[in-house]
């Protein structure tokens, strides 16, 4: 994958903070993936926008649901971070 060097500038106490978390993947793969993560809900909050213009807003119980899955997604992303499986194409 081809990549391209960037400067950014970052608040000093957030960049500390992402540096003791990225410490074995390293700064520049931290920032990726995150920006990765950033632009996928950008495109899904784009869709669930969508979604709502074509079919009508979303039920109360069907945003308690969304956000009940969300929140499992959520911990098996925490538990393969953790566990050291995270940038292998592993499905949720």
């Known amino acids: ?3 391209k060097k960037v400067t950014v500038t970052i ?3 957030l960049l500390d903070e992402i540096r ?3 410490a074995e993947r390293g700064l520049s793969a931290y920032v990726a993936e995150a920006l990765r ?3 996928d809900r ?3 909050r784009e869709l669930a926008d969508w979604l709502q213009e074509e079919h009508g807003p ?3 119980d069907e945003h308690a649901a969304a ?3 969300l929140e499992d997604l ?3 992303h925490e538990r393969r971070r953790a566990s050291g499986q995270h940038d292998r194409g592993e499905a949720a």
């Open 20 to 22: 003791a978390e990225a």
């Open 11 to 13: 608040p000093e106490d």
């Open 42 to 44: 950008d495109r899904l």
């Open 37 to 39: 993560f950033k632009r």
């Open 1 to 3: 994958m081809a990549t």
């Open 74 to 76: 959520d911990a098996e």
């Open 58 to 60: 979303v039920t109360e």
């Open 67 to 69: 956000l009940a899955e």
